[in-house]
Each structure stands twice: as C-alpha cells, then as structure tokens.
Nanobody, 123 residues
Framework: QVQLVQSGGGPVQAGGSLRLSCLLSGTNIKCMGWFRQNPGTEREGVATIYSDGSSPTYLESTKGRFTISRDNVNNTVYLQMNNLKPEDTGTYYC??????????????????WGQGTQVTVSS
C-alpha cells in the first residue's frame, strides 16, 4: 500500500521561498512528482524525479527556480521553490507511480496522490 503525506506550504510574498515535503510509505515506486492546481483549471505537472534521484524534470516556467530532490534514507521527496511568483499560487500535490515514465507532462501514470497543500504567493 502506498501513502503520501505532505507538509510545508503556506502564504509567502513574491520573491520568497518555500519548501514542500512528501513522505512516502510503500515500495517499488519508480517515479515521484509534484503537481499543482487552481480552481477551475486542470492539474499541471511541476516537476518529477526518478526514485534513484535521477533525471529531475521541470515545467518550463519553474526551471531555475524550483528544485525537486529525493532523500531515500528518509523516503521523502522535496520541492524547493525559490523566487516565487503570484502565478505559482495553487494547491500542490505530490504523486507517485510504478511506471518508468517520469515526466511532469504525463500526469496519467501517477496513481497515488498526497493530500494537497496550499501555496499562496502575494504580490
């Protein structure tokens, strides 16, 4: 059984930083990712990373500002978000998949989801 428990998030001013954490319970996960969603819009991929920490992949608009990382000792995936912009506002979800397809543009392979956490960036 796979469970994902998120922490972090909250309000921040533009230009600030936040770190999201996602604790994974379960085995054989091949890829984990972070996604975000606003009311009335589709969930979009922000970043993904393989379970061995390789091939971090980012949404174009977050490159150079966000960093996804994996701590396999603590079974935790992080999303460090720097230089936040108002358009980064949304509910952020971590996700996990058994698939070896590991790309934030391919949301359909992600089967397991965290509870979501709100990030609000004010200008």
């Amino acid at each position: 059984q796979v469970q994902l428990v998120q922490s972090g998030g909250g309000p921040v001013q533009a230009g600030g930083s936040l770190r999201l954490s996602c604790l994974l319970s379960g085995t054989n996960i091949k890829c984990m990712g972070w996604f975000r969603q606003n009311p009335g819009t589709e969930r979009e991929g922000v970043a993904t990373i393989y379970s061995d920490g390789s091939s971090p992949t980012y949404l174009e608009s977050t490159k150079g500002r966000f960093t996804i990382s994996r701590d396999n000792v603590n079974n935790t995936v992080y999303l460090q978000m720097n230089n936040l912009k108002p358009e980064d506002t949304g509910t952020y979800y971590c996700a996990a998949t058994f698939s070896t397809v590991c790309d934030p543009r391919v949301i359909g392979v992600f089967r397991y989801w965290g509870q979501g956490t709100q990030v609000t960036v004010s200008s």
